[in-house]
């Protein structure tokens, strides 16, 4: 067979496996997600091989998608690492045929130590199948395999029931982007989820001065905050924010003399400056950095009182751009 003719083939039989299996899928699968959303404990899966492979993504899946989830390697688990099942978990065991012996060996002790079991298998009338609290069909589609035996179908449907079980779970615990960006905070998409709140400047990082100061007290107060944000967030007697006092300004009055520098700074700042609620995404922020050609935003609460001030050098350093 041509090499692009086989290739076509093991895709197409992949597909044929995973259209059946969502056509197949019915009580059994709801009643896994109510056993797992009921689960007080972990999903921990287990298997050996290439349905162990898929049992490690499977279970990294859910952990990062809020359900709390481990791998057990069947031949470790016999050795000691059983100790880490509680009677609170829900253990999924993954065998294609459902006669694997290192897999059908951890049923008994699991027995005892009182989890619920689920198997994921193609054959739910084997030994595992029978052995286990639930069973999770994935079907019976023939090996893309040339000779029948490689696992490519069958792991193709594994993983298949295991991101459907994933991403029935997320709905059902009604995750959320800032959830996942908890839990993916080194990331590339958890940089997108951060918030302009963990990157701003505060406190001391950030200039705050009053209506009335100087354009030279201003520039002082500046140059003398930490970091040298390079502006100033000009506020009224309430706290509220007025305008912005930016090393732009400066530059741009600096070309007429510098008497400006004795004015209030009310009459040389930009008024009714372009803000950012706090709470929003970094991302957001970097759009209207980048729509208005601005390298300030100051981050405000409900009172348009600031709380910080982000600058587009924070965004770089987080690499959210």
Request: net charge neutral; proline share 4%.
């Amino acid at each position: 067979m041509h090499r692009l003719d086989r290739a076509k083939l093991v895709l197409e039989m992949e597909a044929k496996a995973l259209l059946a299996l969502r056509e197949s899928l019915g009580a059994g699968f709801e009643a896994a997600v109510e056993l797992l959303l009921r689960c007080r404990g972990r999903a921990v899966l287990s298997g050996i091989g290439k349905s162990g492979l898929i049992g490690e993504k499977i279970s990294s899946t859910l952990a990062s998608t809020g359900t709390p989830s481990f791998f057990l390697h069947p031949a470790e688990a016999i050795h000691g690492d059983l100790g880490r099942v509680r009677e609170e978990d829900v253990v999924l065991l993954l065998s294609n045929s459902g006669e694997t012996a290192e897999v059908i060996r951890l049923v008994d002790p699991l027995r005892r130590i009182g989890t619920k079991l689920i198997a994921l298998t193609g054959n739910p009338d084997s030994t595992l199948g029978r052995a286990v609290d639930l069973v999770l069909d994935c079907g019976r589609a023939p090996e893309a395999c040339p000779f029948g035996l490689a696992p490519t179908t069958s792991t193709a449907a594994l993983l298949g029931l295991g991101d459907a079980l994933a991403m029935t779970l997320i709905e059902e615990r009604r995750f959320t982007t800032v959830d996942y960006a908890l839990f993916h905070p080194g990331g590339a998409l958890g940089r997108k989820l951060l918030k302009v709140d963990e990157i701003m400047r505060r406190g001391d990082a950030m200039t705050v001065v009053a209506t009335g100061t100087s354009a030279r007290d201003t520039l002082l107060s500046m140059n003398a905050t930490k970091g040298r944000p390079g502006a100033a967030m000009v506020i009224d007697a309430a706290g509220r924010l007025q305008g912005l006092f930016t090393d732009g300004d400066l530059a741009r009055h600096l070309q007429n003399g510098v008497a400006f520098l004795e004015q209030p700074v009310d009459q040389v700042m930009t008024q009714r400056p372009t803000t950012i609620a706090a709470g929003r995404l970094a991302s957001e922020a970097w759009h209207i950095l980048n729509e208005r050609r601005i390298d300030q935003l100051p981050v405000v609460d409900p009172e348009n009182r600031p709380v910080g001030l982000l600058d587009i050098q924070d965004l770089l350093a987080a690499r959210v751009i």
